[in-house]
T-cell receptor, first 113, second 113 residues
Framework: AQSVTQPDIHITVSEGASLELRCNYSYGATPYLFWYVQSPGQGLQLLLKYFSGDTLVQGIKGFEAEFKRSQSSFNLRKPSVHWSDAAEYFCAVGPGGYNKLIFGAGTRLAVHP | SQTIHQWPATLVQPVGSPLSLECTVEGTSNPNLYWYRQAAGRGLQLLFYSVGIGQISSEVPQNLSASRPQDRQFILSSKKLLLSDSGFYLC????????????FGDGTRLSIL
């Protein structure tokens, strides 16, 4: 069965520190992978997506993610975190039929000044 | 550019009352449309999706229903709300052709008293 696991429920980092959020997936074919960010009380914003090609993808807000097929992972990284990055981050895998996605449970990021 | 609108942003309803949440998309035609529920501190659960007018697929059995009376309008309804219907409801769209990401509205916070 298709699934997405985000092992870290909460992560706290200091402002200016580097960040890596983990995502592991289970998918029978070549996956399409996404990272979304959700600020409190808001909808989800697409940070980046991987469909094919270069396994290191760049997204908005200085984020990047690397697809590692051998590890079934798609970890999100940022070299220097800003206080405004505090939010919840969701990894998702697709496509299911009709572009349906399977979401992980999310990782809540807190940023210390 | 494409935009998605959801309303209302916040709703407080008594148990047993009806519900109607509306979602509209602008700037695209024949989108796939999705309704999700996000319970507090949890991930996203896909409730319904639609690939065309009048075409609704339900992902989980529940007290809710969905309708798509127009190409870019998606409505989530209930005849009698339950306490368990509380949550954050998100509408999303994706392009109907090819493999595409989903784009989310700002959500509706529904509280049942």
């Amino acid at each position: 069965a298709q699934s997405v696991t985000q092992p870290d429920i909460h992560i706290t980092v200091s402002e200016g520190a580097s960040l890596e959020l983990r995502c592991n997936y289970s998918y029978g074919a070549t996956p399409y992978l996404f990272w979304y960010v959700q600020s409190p009380g808001q909808g989800l914003q697409l940070l980046l997506k991987y469909f094919s090609g270069d396994t290191l993808v760049q997204g908005i807000k200085g984020f990047e993610a690397e697809f590692k097929r051998s590890q079934s992972s798609f970890n999100l990284r940022k070299p220097s975190v800003h206080w405004s990055d505090a939010a919840e981050y969701f990894c998702a895998v697709g496509p299911g039929g009709y572009n349906k996605l399977i979401f992980g449970a999310g990782t809540r990021l807190a940023v210390h000044p | 550019s494409q935009t998605i609108h959801q309303w209302p942003a916040t709703l407080v309803q008594p148990v047993g009352s009806p519900l109607s949440l509306e979602c509209t998309v602008e700037g695209t035609s024949n989108p796939n449309l999705y309704w999700y529920r996000q319970a507090a501190g949890r991930g996203l659960q896909l409730l319904f999706y639609s690939v065309g007018i009048g075409q609704i697929s339900s992902e989980v059995p529940q007290n809710l229903s969905a309708s798509r009376p127009q190409d870019r309008q998606f409505i989530l309804s209930s005849k009698k709300l339950l306490l368990s219907d509380s949550g954050f409801y998100l509408c999303a769209w994706s392009a109907g052709q090819g493999q595409q990401p989903q784009h989310f509205g700002d959500g509706t916070r529904l509280s049942i008293l």
